[in-house]
């Protein structure tokens, strides 16, 4: 038997002790599991069993609730154990499948022996819970594994650094329980492994890359430094995989301290959302909290607005007319120079200019806005004006209180009371009269009556305004944000006038542009206070280079108690105010704080031929270092006109699907060209078109606008239009980029008309000229 033989049987051998292992463990929990939910069962079936009810009196109606509060606490803790059991149950299945991925033999400085450590997506200990079988691939020593290859070694602990030699390095293939393939790895994970990985099928969701984690995803995954990661990365280099794995392991790393929803990701659209939401519990772990800077914006402005979203905002730029003003506005207000402008606009109202709304109730007026103001101004100027305010709104319910009372004597009140239908009239009543009761032995009187039932109707009328008073909205906060604009905006010439008086229209007809949005937001919580998430103790923004400078102070003041890790990458940025400004990717925004900046170079979704097509898109993109796996080179088609557009675009359907390619994306300009070609092959192929009001990720065809397949990927993607016409300016340089970025596999361009000047840039023989047929 050859030496490799024998390290082959060694390893089965290993493994099928490790699957054994497992077993006995998955059948003491099994048995654990149906105990518990025997006694869940039980208990819930029995739960009024166990109970005391009893009304009668007040101690009665207090011992019943602590009894079945008790009682609700032991199904709860026996509910929890039952779901922890289930989960640990659930990942010792999936460990079943594939118990480790990586080994390493590492010998300390100083001690004789050699430790071997399997690795793998959670740690796994003897039946009798007193060795490690596997080690988790978050724990320290795991770290070796990404870091180094055999030779000298070193990893980091909580009690210190460890050195010494790392003497084997293995990296398995295991599925469904048996051993396919094992190599020695040399200084990085070696390359099959990984071959393996990504010459797969693109998929819907996107898949955990623990077993094959490259050096550099390392120190991002595990980085615990300063409270800002900055991540510049190419496209597909790995930066959403690494922050996921990140989160899996925070969550490791602070166990018992923070939880998952104490970390918060920040995506570009909602479809990217779903994409992601397999990875963590794929690890065994709960996912983080989840939104979009969009949801958020709803949040905060339905109802009260109607509002452009980014993506109307990008489709309204992208649109050929001249958008010289509208790009300078865009610019400034996404600015942090705007933001330092509000500040100074804020400070002077601590002394002056706050507008406040009038007080009415029924047409007459309760409290004027003067008075309001007066009281506002009246207090020290020391206190803050969120202070001031609350101040206020406790002096404005008092004098609402009075003013309740008078309203109850008026006749409109009384012919209320009569109109009221015999129901509401019982029920109002009821309700009025069951607090009276139970302090007074007779209910008879009907003055009493009266007086209540007034009370009832008044109170319901106020009820609005008590609302908005609660909720501030005696601040005009729509009238100080125009205020704020009356100032010469030195620095934009002639747009100025056009750019205020555009403002003062929106804002005016109740609108806000998305460039309004975060200023508005921003200068209503300084007025009104922030309602911050205090909670989140990790916040994670992908795609970084898409928020304006002014949004991630906005963001900044949000999440007070946030380390944060923004992630992106500057040749993707396609937004107006990114245009000529830097991303927040940029070091300049950062120092005055303490962060570290990380990059990535390396791209391991597309193919290399795909790969050295796209980087010739953008400056500097000669340093992008493609992963070196096989494909077919990029090719464009040539067309003139819409039939026969439709005819290349049919033919490379076909092929793709010939190939079996299972998820294929068109991908257009804007909405309206997506549309454009959904129409053209709907009813041809089973198609569907992606809008920002329909996203879910399904295997198939689709039409998507680039902006809403950032993040994503597909096995083949076909660029519906690459001509002059579409793909020319400036802002549509990093979007053409993007879409052609999607691609693992395949890449194919048709061009309707003059080819966009953006591929002159690529040499020739990186892709094929096709004729049409
Ligand atoms: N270490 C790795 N092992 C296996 N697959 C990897 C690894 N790193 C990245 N990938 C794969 O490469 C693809 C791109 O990764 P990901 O989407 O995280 O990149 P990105 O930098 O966020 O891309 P983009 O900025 O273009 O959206 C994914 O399919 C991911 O699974």
């Known amino acids: 038997m050859s030496e490799n033989e024998k390290m082959w049987q060694e390893e089965q051998r290993k493994l099928n002790e490790t699957i054994q292992e497992i077993d006995a463990k998955a059948d003491q929990y099994i048995q654990k599991v149906g105990g518990v939910k025997d006694e869940v069962i039980e208990l819930r079936s029995t739960f009024f069993e166990d109970v005391t009810v009893n009304m009668d009196e007040p101690d009665d109606v207090m011992e019943t609730?602590?009894?079945?509060r008790q009682q609700a606490e032991l199904l709860g803790e026996r509910e929890r154990s039952h779901r922890q059991l289930y989960n640990q149950l659930n990942t010792l299945k999936r460990m079943r499948h594939s118990p480790y991925f990586g080994r390493i033999d590492f010998q300390e400085d100083g001690e004789n022996s050699t430790d071997t450590i399997y690795i793998g997506i959670t740690s796994l200990m003897d039946r009798s819970e007193e060795e490690f079988l596997v080690y988790d691939w978050r724990a320290p020593v795991s770290s070796l594994y990404y870091d180094y290859s055999p030779g000298p070694a070193t990893y980091d602990t909580p009690e210190g650094t460890v050195d010494g030699e790392m003497k084997v390095k293995r990296q398995y293939i295991i599925r469904n329980g048996a051993l396919r393939g094992m190599f020695d790895t040399g200084i990085t994970i070696r390359d099959e492994l990984l071959q393996e990985v990504l010459g797969s099928q693109a998929s819907t969701v996107m898949k955990s890359i623990v077993s094959t984690i490259q050096k550099e995803q390392n120190q991002i995954i595990r980085f615990d430094e300063a409270p800002y990661l900055i991540v510049q990365g190419v496209a597909g280099?790995?930066?959403?995989?690494?922050?996921?794995?990140?989160?899996?392991?925070?969550?490791?790393?602070?166990?018992g301290r923070i939880q998952a929803n104490q970390i918060m990701l920040f995506s570009p659209n909602p479809m990217f959302n779903s994409y992601v939401a397999n990875v963590l519990p794929e690890l065994g772990e709960e996912n983080m909290e989840q939104t979009t800077f969009q949801q958020y914006m709803e949040m905060r402005l339905q109802g009260r607005f109607e509002y452009e979203d980014a993506f109307s905002q990008l489709e309204r730029l992208l649109s050929r007319e001249d958008h010289e003003v509208e790009q300078a506005a865009i610019e400034y207000k996404s600015?942090?120079?705007?933001?330092?402008?509000?500040?100074?606009?804020?400070?002077?109202?601590?002394?002056?200019?706050?507008?406040?709304?009038?007080i009415k109730f029924r047409g007459r007026l309760l409290i004027p806005k003067e008075q309001i103001e007066e009281h506002v101004y009246a207090q020290d100027s020391s206190v803050s004006i969120p202070n001031r305010l609350e101040q206020t709104r406790d002096w404005i319910d008092a004098q609402l209180d009075k003013y309740e009372e008078e309203e109850r004597e008026k006749d409109w009140v009384k012919q209320e009371i009569e109109l009221l239908s015999k129901e509401d009239y019982l029920k109002t009543f009821r309700k009025v009269s069951r607090g009276k009761r139970d302090q007074e032995d007779t209910f008879d009187d009907y003055v009493e009556e009266e007086r209540l039932l007034s009370k009832a109707v008044v109170n319901k009328y106020f009820k609005s305004i008590r609302v908005k008073v609660e909720q501030l909205h005696f601040v005009h906060i729509k009238q100080l944000y125009r205020n704020a604009f009356s100032f010469e905006g030195a620095d934009l010439k002639n747009h100025w006038s056009a750019i205020v008086e555009a403002t003062m229209e929106d804002i005016q007809d109740n609108y806000l542009r998305f460039e309004d949005v975060t200023p508005f937001l921003y200068l209503e919580d300084q007025i009104k206070g922030v309602d911050a998430y205090r909670d989140i103790r990790y916040l994670f923004i992908d795609e970084a280079q898409d928020y304006s400078p002014f949004q991630f102070q906005y963001m900044k003041q949000l999440f007070p108690y946030a380390r944060m890790t923004l992630l992106g990458d500057y040749n993707q940025a396609i937004y107006a105010h990114n245009v000529s400004a830097p991303t927040l990717l940029d070091e300049r925004l950062y120092e005055s704080m303490k962060y570290e900046r990380l990059t990535l170079m390396r791209s391991y979704r597309s193919t290399k031929p795909i790969i050295d097509f796209t980087k010739h898109l953008i400056p500097g993109g000669e340093e992008v270092e493609p992963f070196n796996r096989d494909g077919a080179k990029p090719t464009l088609t040539q067309v003139n006109g819409a039939k026969q557009l439709y005819h290349a675009l049919v033919k490379r359907i076909h092929a793709m699907q010939e190939q079996g390619h299972e998820t294929i994306a068109i991908i257009c300009k804007t909405a309206e060209e997506a549309r454009h070609a959904y129409d053209m092959i709907n009813g041809e192929y089973t198609v569907r078109l992606v809008t920002k009001n329909n996203y879910s990720f399904e295997k198939g065809i689709m039409v998507i606008p680039a902006y809403l397949a950032k993040g994503i990927e597909f096995d083949a993607v076909i660029m519906f239009d690459a001509s002059e016409a579409t793909y020319s300016l400036p802002i549509e340089q990093n979007l053409f980029y993007t879409a052609c970025t999607r691609a693992m596999h395949e890449l194919h361009l048709l061009c309707n008309g003059l080819r966009s000047p953006f591929l002159s840039q690529v040499p020739n023989n990186l892709y094929e000229e096709l004729e049409l047929h």
Request: overall charge positive; charged content about 25%; proline content about 0%.
């Open 65 to 68: 609730y602590n009894s079945i």
């Open 237 to 255: 280099s790995g930066k959403t995989s690494a922050a996921l794995q990140r989160v899996a392991y925070l969550l490791y790393r602070y166990r």
């Open 335 to 358: 600015s942090k120079k705007f933001k330092d402008h509000l500040d100074q606009f804020i400070h002077t109202l601590e002394s002056d200019g706050l507008v406040f709304r009038n």
